[in-house]
Every structure is written in C-alpha cells, then in structure tokens.
C-alpha cells in the first residue's frame, strides 16, 4: 500500500494496483459496485449532511437500478463487531446486481476487522459459465476514511 493509493486488492491470489490497471471488466465492476457513493436511504443515520449517491441513477434505463454502495455512511463509525457486520450487508447490497442480471449464479461477501484500524471485505464471485472470481480489498477502511 502507498500512501497515494491506501487500498490494497487482491483478485485471485494475486496483489494488483487499482485504476486503469485492473484491465478485466468484472474486478473493474466490482470495485465500481463497492467505492462509488451510493445514495443513502431515508432512515440511514448519516455522517455529515448529505444523502450522496450518483446522479446517474436518476436516469438508470431499469427503474431501481443503483450504482454504488452505502459503505461510506460508515466512514464515521468505530471499528466494531457492528461496523464489520454492517459493512458486510452494504457489500452484499451493493453486488447483488451481478445475481440479478445474470453475471453470477452467487455472490459470497466476508468482512472482518484486522487488528485496531482495518477492516478487510471479500467477495467471492460464482459464475457458471466462466472463471470465478475471488477478490479481496485488505483495508477498505482506509478509502473510506482519506
């Protein structure tokens, strides 16, 4: 990990830098899913005064379709056994679009903390008709909390 770029990936037991280098399309959509700003729902506690999201999703050609994640709402919060559960379900939410429209017959999320000041997520994907998928973001604290 740099301090440029603190979060570090790992897709199939390999490390990789994030940006233009993760060339396949389904860790590119997966990061995409994760770490854009989903917009928050009505009863979310918020941590500042906005409700984000992306202004796409106004004119998603499927009404309801989302882009992103509620991870940031817990960009605020403490490490807790409450904070990792909840970072687990705001993944799972955020990548269910891949069962739904077919890219994947299921989606496997895991989050724990590490040590004091990380929490790691992995995603497991499982395609049918292709290579699944393993990735794993070791301290997705660190690009809620730049």
């Known amino acids: 990990m740099t301090p440029e770029q603190p ?57 309801g379709d989302r882009i992103g994640s509620r991870l940031w709402l817990l960009a605020r919060a403490k490490i807790t056994t409450q904070t990792v559960m909840q ?27 590490q040590g004091q000041s990380q929490i790691a997520i992995r995603c497991q994907i499982v395609r049918g008709h292709g290579p699944n998928l393993d990735i794993r973001f070791n301290n997705v604290w660190s690009a809620l909390n730049v």
């Open 87 to 113: 970072a687990k379900q705001y993944a799972e939410e955020a990548l269910a679009w891949l069962v739904t429209d077919g890219v994947a017959s299921q989606v496997l999320v895991d989050a724990e903390r």
């Open 7 to 63: 979060l570090s990936i790992v897709v199939n037991g390999i490390e990789q830098s994030l940006g233009m280098a993760v060339r396949d399309a389904l860790p590119r959509a997966v990061i995409i899913s994760l770490f854009t700003w989903g917009r928050a729902k009505p009863d979310d506690a918020l941590p500042g005064a906005e409700r984000m999201g992306w202004w796409g999703d106004t004119y998603a050609p499927n009404q």
